[in-house]
């Protein structure tokens, strides 16, 4: 398939809503004029950065400016696709897929080009950045590299879960209101019984030990251990 492939369709299209459309005009792949409006329309055989930077450099002409690709074979409601559609409309362009079904092709806006509302998409994800900052406010301090991928992850969980395995380790037995009396906070019987990590043996009801994988695992993390012994001394 060519990108000129894409010009027929895209033309019956806004041709049936009323403009005059032209092909190839000063650098635009697409021009199409309705009185006063002036709609651009930028062709790519893919969904690419060049695509859409071509397509926000014709922004200096118009506010109508649209990016037009093949119909994608994968399911447009993956999490990837959704993700892409949420930067082209945070760029403030429309979107059309050509598709060919059989010997025909059909041009189909799916969305129009408008102003993207930040305030809007900011509100609708309250509950994110509160998550956020929950995580960011349970680390100690920055264990991990950004940009990590097959890397373990620092979690504030998983600080949480060393912090009540130093105690356990430097106290011996002890019982959830105890630790948390330490500083180990409100998650602390939830991490014991749920024993993710398996560091943790109930020894009687309500009382704890670290296991021997618990003192294994513990080894590993100096930084942390240190840190938290520091805070009992503090708190002493």
Known sequence: MQEVDLYKPIHKYFTREGYEVYGEVKDCDIAAVKGNELVIIELKRTLSVDLLIQATKRQKLSDQVYIAIP??????????????????????????????????????????????????????????????????????????VGGSRRTKIMTAYKENCIQIATYLDQFGSLSPKALVDLGTGKKTSSILTKNFYGWYVRVKRGTYILSELGKEELIKYPELVEYFLQQIKKDS
Do not use: M
């Not at 897929?97 to 025909?104: E, M």
């Not at 969305?111 to 993207?116: A, D, L, S, V």
């Open 71 to 144: 119909r994608p074979k994968h399911r447009l409601n993956s999490r990837q696709w959704q993700d892409k559609c949420h930067l082209v409309r945070r760029l403030e362009l429309g979107l059309i897929l050509v598709s060919f079904p059989g010997k025909s092709s059909k041009a189909e806006v799916l969305f129009h080009p408008t102003p993207f509302n930040r305030n809007l998409s900011k509100s609708r994800n309250t509950r994110k950045r509160e998550v956020l900052l929950k995580e960011i406010e349970g680390r100690s301090a920055d264990y991990n």
